[in-house]
């Protein structure tokens, strides 16, 4: 089991650390065991430290910086043990410009592998998108008004 | 095992049976503030058993159900299915598809089933998991909650190791 | 006491319907006391109505109909006791574009007579300022980088 | 007595004295995630007086000083100062301006001045509330905050009709 679980965690840390650098360049993050001995009886800590900073708690970072920590963790796992499909509400909410391209493009490269359906507003994840699924509010409530091949 | 088709059926602000077809790559779901987009997601999550409603944003089960709009009345009941697909064999079916259905009334009787045949929340969850389908896995990530997983305490976010591994 | 609080109430609820309306247009909300009688034994519900829907509870409202909610109780409130300056930290991150626009036309609206300071991502938003400001990392941390009149 | 200027010394990600002017009516403040955008507001609840250091995003008041960024050291202190207009004479105070500092070393030892005189927390809180000032009034809404006042519970709720009345 423990064997399991820390080969589990390499791996994982791994991919967190790759997904990251590609979201935030010259920024670091890893995965930290509480207690390495007996990680069963610890928890699991994130640090990150953003491009050119010193290393901050987790509550110092801003909306943009937690979200693309997140996000690394989530893709991080998803290669590790990948799911069918992926469902991501409004994820980009709190990113810029840049980084909501970037987290386009990531979705974009994980969905050769996998489905991905995600709420956006933001226009770089829209014209990433395969297919476009317009919902709308009619007389009977909520309908699909239309569905687009992406990229049109 | 991706999903092929949404079927909601009286489900929160659908008030009729709509059909939402989707392909194996990368969908994009847009539309105003209130038009559903949010409530397709917790209709998945509602086919793939997840037990808290507050979960799904209704207070019990049966707000769940389509309660009227633009003079609608409101609904007895609510169905939602998936249709998967399975021509990866992930599911021990033998078949190309595999559609998975739950279904609440308003006196709270609620019935899944696998291709049609009755089935207990417990086999719904024992056969998602051959395909790696959790109903609170990290695969689903609802509106607003994607800091959370960072600002979450540390052994809750150890046990996410814990359920891949 | 009771006078002067049920003064206060009348004139923010009227305020805060007025501006939901505007947020909101065929949209209904109120304000409504849990004790009548005695308010300070109660608490203070909100009811909205969104266009064409039934009265639903509050939990069940989307992300964008809760925010247009809290903005039309924030601006009432305003309206009757206003401060000298509002801050507001990328309130519009539900907002789809449309409502988007309606919370810039308020803000712009209600800027004439106190100071807004406003993060925002949205081109409706930072184009109806008066004025931006820039900020960015530099090496020895944040900085000011620009500041530019609005609307050039 | 809208603000003028605020100075940021040290405070935060702001590793150097920023000062930044403002108009009357309406700004829009920009930049990357990260560049320190709320940080600004973070500085601007310091200086009214806001005791928790959480809701400022830190640990503990100290985890408000610069502590270091490419090379440059950490700083002993933080000082940050808000210029109000006067003209309206909002303030009891016989000038056009009126500037409120707060200040906080690594030893935990804190400050605050109006015009350069020392003054406590108290005196600040008394001298603000002449112009309808409240270090957790409703006229700031942090970042990702905007639901929760629709998510409050209902006392909590009438208690911001309480202050205002
Ligand atoms: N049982 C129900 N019957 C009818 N309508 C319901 C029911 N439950 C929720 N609703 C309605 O569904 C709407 C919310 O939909 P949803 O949250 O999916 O919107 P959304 O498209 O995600 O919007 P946003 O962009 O603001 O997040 C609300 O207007 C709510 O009143
Ligand atoms: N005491 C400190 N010393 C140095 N840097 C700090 C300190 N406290 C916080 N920071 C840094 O400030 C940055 C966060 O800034 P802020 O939250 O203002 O960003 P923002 O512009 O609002 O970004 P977003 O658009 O993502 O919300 C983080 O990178 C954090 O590391
Ligand atoms: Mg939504
Ligand atoms: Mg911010």
Chains 1, 3 share one sequence.
Do not use: W
Not at chain 2, 137 to 165: H, L, P, T
Request: hydrophobic share 40%; glycine share 8%.
């Amino acid at each position: 089991k423990l064997a399991v679980f820390m080969e589990a965690f390499e791996a994982i840390n791994r991919s967190f650390k790759e997904i990251f650098s590609q979201l935030s360049p010259e920024g670091e993050a890893e995965l930290i065991l509480e207690n390495y001995g007996d990680p069963f009886e610890g928890g699991l800590e994130i640090r990150a430290k953003p491009a050119g900073k010193e290393v901050r708690s987790i509550e110092s970072m801003s909306g943009g910086e937690k979200t693309l920590t997140a996000l690394a963790f989530v893709f991080g796992l998803a290669r590790y043990k990948p799911a069918p499909f992926y469902v991501l509400d409004e994820a980009d909410m709190f990113l810029d410009g840049d980084n909501g391209e970037k987290f386009a493009n990531l979705v974009k490269e994980f969905s050769k592998s996998a489905q991905f359906i995600v709420v956006s507003f933001r226009e770089s994840m829209v014209s990433s998108a395969d297919q476009l699924i317009g919902v709308a509010m009619q007389d009977a409530g909520s309908d699909i008004v239309s569905v687009k091949l992406g990229g049109q | 095992a991706y999903i092929k088709e949404i079927t909601l059926h009286n489900f929160k602000s659908f008030g009729k049976r709509v059909v939402v077809s989707l392909p194996k790559g990368f969908t994009a779901v847009v539309g105003a503030n209130g038009s559903g987009k949010s409530n397709i997601i917790d209709g998945i999550c509602f086919v793939l058993g997840r037990r808290s409603s507050k979960s799904m944003r209704a207070d019990r089960l049966v707000d769940l159900i389509f309660n009227g709009s633009n003079g609608r009345p409101p609904a007895d009941f609510t169905e939602v299915s998936l249709i998967f697909d399975n021509t990866d064999s992930a599911f021990p079916i033998d078949s190309s598809n595999v559609t998975v259905s739950r279904k609440v009334n308003r006196a709270g009787y609620c019935a899944y089933r696998i291709n049609d045949r009755m089935a207990t929340r417990t086999e719904i969850i024992e056969l998602l998991s051959h395909a790696a389908i959790n109903p609170d896995g990290y695969n689903i990530i609802m509106q607003g909650d994607i800091v959370k997983i960072v600002e979450m305490n540390a052994a809750d976010r150890r046990k996410i190791i814990d359920e891949v591994s």
